[in-house]
């Protein structure tokens, strides 16, 4: 069984499915020759049809969306500012485990103590 592609090797045969689609190829045989299904050959040449050549390279992973909106975040600042005692806890001291129980409160989100730390130092 051959290794699975990178994503160079993905690019690769999305660009050659393209040079062999100018070329006259028929789809089929552009799958045939390059070893994948004939839809993903059809999606590739839509892509670089509507959207340009361009439109084939290789994107960098998004990652997931946020579950904080900037509005949610700038309301969790105010809280913050506020103190921790005005939240119940008997000192004014703020911990990234006492600040999730606060997001979770406010926004029924639940983030990791790790995540929280990440997520006030992208934020502050």
Not at 47 to 74: C, D
Not at 95 to 123: M, P
């Amino acid at each position: 069984m051959p290794k699975p592609l990178d994503r160079t090797g993905y690019e690769y045969l999305r660009f050659r499915s393209w040079e062999l689609h100018q070329k006259g190829w028929k789809q089929n045989q552009i799958a045939e020759a390059l070893g994948v299904n004939q839809c993903t050959i059809s999606k590739w040449i839509r892509r670089a049809s509507t959207q340009g050549v361009s439109a084939l390279h290789t994107k960098k992973a998004s990652g997931p969306q946020a579950k904080l909106s900037s509005e949610n975040i700038t309301l969790l600042k105010k809280h913050i500012q506020a103190g921790a005692q005005y939240h119940g806890y008997p000192d004014n001291i703020w911990t990234n485990s006492r600040i999730q129980k606060v997001i979770a409160e406010l926004f029924d989100i639940n983030y990791s103590v790790q995540h929280v730390g990440r997520l006030l130092k992208e934020n502050s």
